[in-house]
C-alpha cells in the first residue's frame, strides 16, 4: 500500500489537497512517482474557475481524471515521473504520462512513454502542448515563403513558436502583450500585416481581432484557443468578406487528418517528446512550485499576466 496526495478543484476558485490510499497495484500497471508537473493555465483556469459549460463536460474529461466537471474533480495531464513498482524491466525509467497532480499514482503500463535519455525531467511537461502545435502544423502547414504571424505566446503559441522558427523561407512573428512572453518567443513583433497564416494562442477577444486584422487575402486564421463557456465576439465586418478569409479550427482531440493514416495518439506524443529534446526547445520554464504549496498558489499561476507559460510543479526531494 502506498499514500497519495492529489490537487483537487473543489469549487469554482477553491482547490486543496486530498489524501488516499492506493489499492494493490494491478496486473499490467505501472506506480509513478511524481517529480514535475505542468499547469496548463488555459485549460485549467476554466475548470478551476468553473467555466466549461455542461455540453463540453464528457469531451473535457482529462486521461485518469477523477471526479466529474465542474467538481470536485481532479484535473491535469502534464505529469514526468519515475516507474517505482510493476513492470521490473522498466523500474527506475523516467516517464510521461497525460495525469492530474498526483505525488504518486498507479496507471496501466501502456499509458507511460519512456523520456528520450538527452531531455531534462523539468522540461518534459510541455509534451503536452507541443503536441497540440505539432498537430496545428499538420491540419494547416506554413509554406516556404509564407509570412505567419503568431498571437500569443502561451505554452502552445511558444511551441509552435519554435516549431516554425527553424523553417527556411518563412518571415515570422511572434505577439503578446507580455514582455516576457515575447522574449521568450524570440521573434520579430513588429509585424506589418498581409499574413498568409496566422495561428491565434492568446484565448481573448482582442487577440483574435488582432489576428484577423493582421490577416492577407485568403489567409487563413487558426483559432487555437478554447474559450469554455464564454461567447467572444468576432469581427466579421470590415475586410473579413472582401479579403475572403478562413477562420478554422483545430484542436488536439484528433489526429490531424493530413497525419491520419500514419499516426496515432502515442505515436505523436513520442515525437512531441522526441522533439522536446531537440536544442531548440531548451526552455528556461522558471522556478517551480512545491507540490505542498500548490492549493496557495494554485490560483495565482494560472492567472498571474507574467507567470512561466507552463507553472512547473516539483515533488518530493527534486531541486526547483
Same mark, same amino acid.
Given at each position: 500500500?502506498a499514500?497519495a496526495?492529489?490537487?483537487?478543484?473543489?469549487?469554482?476558485?477553491?482547490?486543496?489537497?486530498?489524501?488516499?490510499t492506493?489499492?494493490?497495484?494491478?496486473?499490467?500497471?505501472?506506480?509513478?512517482?511524481?517529480?514535475?508537473?505542468?499547469?496548463?493555465?488555459?485549460?485549467?483556469?476554466?475548470?478551476? %474557475?468553473? &467555466?466549461?459549460?455542461?455540453?463540453?463536460?464528457?469531451?473535457?474529461?482529462?486521461?485518469?481524471?477523477?471526479?466529474?466537471?465542474? *467538481?470536485a474533480?481532479?484535473?491535469?495531464?502534464?505529469?514526468?515521473?519515475?516507474?517505482?513498482a510493476?513492470?521490473?524491466? &522498466?523500474?527506475?525509467?523516467n516517464?510521461?504520462?497525460?495525469?492530474?497532480?498526483?505525488?504518486?499514482?498507479?496507471?496501466?503500463?501502456?499509458?507511460?512513454?519512456?523520456?528520450?535519455?538527452?531531455?531534462?525531467?523539468?522540461?518534459?511537461?510541455?509534451?503536452?502542448?507541443?503536441?497540440?502545435?505539432?498537430?496545428?502544423?499538420w491540419?494547416?502547414?506554413?509554406?516556404?515563403g509564407?509570412?505567419?504571424?503568431?498571437?500569443?505566446? *502561451?505554452?502552445?503559441?511558444?511551441?509552435?513558436?519554435?516549431?516554425?522558427?527553424?523553417?527556411?523561407?518563412?518571415?515570422?512573428?511572434?505577439?503578446?502583450?507580455?514582455?516576457?512572453?515575447r522574449?521568450?518567443?524570440?521573434?520579430?513583433?513588429?509585424?506589418?500585416?498581409?499574413c498568409?497564416?496566422?495561428?491565434?494562442?492568446?484565448?481573448?477577444?482582442a487577440?483574435? =481581432?488582432?489576428?484577423?486584422?493582421?490577416?492577407?487575402?485568403?489567409?487563413?486564421i487558426? %483559432?487555437?484557443?478554447?474559450?469554455?463557456?464564454? =461567447?467572444?465576439?468576432?469581427?466579421? *465586418?470590415?475586410?473579413?468578406?472582401?479579403?475572403r478569409?478562413?477562420?478554422?479550427?483545430?484542436?488536439?482531440?484528433?489526429?490531424?487528418?493530413?497525419? &491520419?493514416?500514419?499516426?496515432?495518439? *502515442?505515436t &505523436?506524443?513520442?515525437?512531441?517528446?522526441?522533439?522536446?529534446?531537440?536544442? =531548440?526547445?531548451?526552455?528556461?520554464?522558471?522556478?517551480?512550485t512545491?507540490?505542498?504549496?500548490?492549493?496557495?498558489?494554485?490560483?495565482?499561476?494560472l492567472?498571474?499576466?507574467?507567470?512561466?507559460?507552463?507553472?512547473?510543479?516539483?515533488?518530493?526531494?527534486?531541486?526547483?
Amino acid at each position: 500500500m502506498a499514500e497519495a496526495a492529489a490537487l483537487w478543484v473543489t469549487g469554482p476558485g477553491n482547490c486543496e489537497l486530498r489524501h488516499t490510499t492506493l489499492p494493490t497495484l494491478a496486473p499490467g500497471h505501472v506506480r509513478v512517482r511524481a517529480k514535475f508537473s505542468g499547469i496548463s493555465r488555459g485549460t485549467e483556469r476554466l475548470v478551476f %474557475e468553473g &467555466r466549461v459549460p455542461p455540453s463540453e463536460y464528457a469531451r473535457m474529461r482529462a486521461p485518469f481524471q477523477d471526479g466529474d466537471l465542474p *467538481g470536485a474533480v481532479k484535473y491535469g495531464y502534464c505529469m514526468v515521473g519515475t516507474i517505482e513498482a510493476g513492470n521490473s524491466s &522498466r523500474i527506475g525509467e523516467n516517464v510521461f504520462v497525460l495525469h492530474p497532480h498526483q505525488d504518486v499514482f498507479d496507471v496501466p503500463a501502456d499509458a507511460v512513454l519512456p523520456l528520450p535519455a538527452n531531455l531534462k525531467l523539468q522540461a518534459a511537461p510541455l509534451a503536452a502542448h507541443l503536441e497540440t502545435a505539432l498537430n496545428a502544423l499538420w491540419d494547416y502547414p506554413a509554406r516556404i515563403g509564407d509570412r505567419v504571424a503568431i498571437v500569443g505566446l *502561451g505554452a502552445v503559441g511558444l511551441c509552435l513558436a519554435k516549431l516554425l522558427a527553424p523553417t527556411p523561407g518563412i518571415e515570422l512573428y511572434g505577439l503578446d502583450p507580455s514582455e516576457a512572453a515575447r522574449a521568450r518567443g524570440g521573434l520579430q513583433d513588429d509585424c506589418p500585416g498581409g499574413c498568409h497564416l496566422v495561428f491565434h494562442c492568446s484565448g481573448s477577444e482582442a487577440g483574435l =481581432a488582432q489576428a484577423i486584422e493582421l490577416a492577407g487575402f485568403e489567409a487563413t486564421i487558426v %483559432e487555437m484557443s478554447w474559450y469554455g463557456e464564454a =461567447a467572444p465576439r468576432v469581427p466579421l *465586418g470590415g475586410a473579413f468578406h472582401s479579403q475572403r478569409l478562413t477562420l478554422a479550427a483545430s484542436q488536439v482531440g484528433s489526429i490531424a487528418t493530413a497525419r &491520419r493514416a500514419h499516426y496515432r495518439y *502515442g505515436t &505523436r506524443l513520442a515525437l512531441a517528446l522526441r522533439l522536446l529534446a531537440e536544442p =531548440a526547445f531548451q526552455l528556461d520554464l522558471g522556478t517551480a512550485t512545491r507540490f505542498a504549496d500548490l492549493p496557495a498558489n494554485y490560483a495565482r499561476l494560472l492567472s498571474a499576466p507574467n507567470a512561466s507559460p507552463l507553472p512547473l510543479v516539483a515533488y518530493g526531494d527534486v531541486d526547483v
